[in-house]
């Protein structure tokens, strides 16, 4: 009996992640809204907030229940952007050493881009684009703090230990980030091989990143610490640019690694520090 209903949850996280990625899958190879004016793939992250909120209801959980806490939000929106100005101060300022020594006159730039396999597009310094790039990543930790630490980390760690709901929840979500090299390959951008490095490189370092934010999830009790964490690299990688005599952005990946290493290594001594393995994961009241 125990075993089934282990399975059961996994098939209904599994059915809901399959869900969400056809919708994701469709906005990528079809109506790619990324690549527009507009310059978000924002369609799959409404059904999925909205596919969220089904599941929620069909499983008779609470948003309060899966992170949603409404008590200290402001305290713990700034601490989650602190943890990611942290984090980004010294890998900006690695990565613009570097870029100096090497000869690159290396500037500091503020516009707006959207990311791809193949590196940054776009360059628009209107109010209008910021207003859209934090509308779309507000969408965006939204939906997938709300699934990935919320709704699958609860659902997994109910029949499981925190560590392989954590596994659980990490692949899933290093695997989620396949469509941009997928649809680079489909398109003919990309040969097989360069295909499967970015994929792999992509699954790795998403994969690092979501098991960061399960940890931090444990630490705070509720999702907002991860969600303003999540916001910050995404919005920084969007809007900051580090610009030289040959280009743009040419070690963001590396810079985009160094910090997300980094921060993982701090949130990984803050959970040994804390015994938060002994917490429960989502705490409805203030302790």
């Known amino acids: 009996m125990e075993k089934e209903k282990k399975f059961g949850s996994f098939c209904f996280i599994l059915g809901i992640y399959v869900f969400c990625f056809i919708f994701r899958g469709f906005e990528y190879l079809v109506l790619r809204t990324d690549q527009s004016i507009l310059g978000e793939a924002f369609i799959h992250k409404l059904i999925g907030i909205l596919i969220l909120l089904i599941a929620l209801r069909y499983q008779s959980i609470s948003w309060r229940e899966i992170g949603f806490a409404p008590t200290l939000i402001g305290k713990n929106i700034v601490l989650g952007l602190g943890l990611g100005l942290l984090v980004f101060i010294p890998a ?13 006159t290396p500037s500091l730039e503020l516009y707006v881009t959207s990311y791809e396999i193949g590196g940054n597009i776009g360059n628009q310094i209107a109010l209008k684009f910021y207003l859209v790039c934090f509308a779309g990543n507000i969408m965006n930790v939204v939906m997938e703090e709300g699934v990935f630490r919320g709704l699958f980390l609860k659902m997994a760690e109910e029949k499981n230990s925190f560590l392989r709901a954590t596994v659980i929840s990490s692949v899933l979500f290093g695997f989620w980030h396949i469509a941009a090299p997928m649809r680079s390959f ?3 951008q990309m040969g097989l091989l360069p295909t499967c490095i970015a994929m792999l490189s992509l699954v790795l370092m998403s994969g690092l990143m979501g098991a960061k934010l399960c940890l931090l999830t444990k630490i705070c009790g509720n999702l907002w610490v991860p969600m303003a964490d999540h916001f910050f690299n995404n919005t920084i990688i969007n809007i900051l640019h580090i610009t030289g005599v040959s280009g743009g952005d040419q070690l963001q990946v590396l810079r985009i690694a160094m910090a997300q290493t980094l921060s993982f290594i701090i949130v990984l001594i803050l959970f040994q520090r804390t015994k938060a393995n002994k917490k429960v994961t989502f705490r409805t009241k203030e302790s």
């Open 92 to 104: 900006y300022g690695i990565e613009f050493v570097a870029q100096y020594v090497s000869g690159n």
């Open 186 to 188: 489909l398109d003919g």
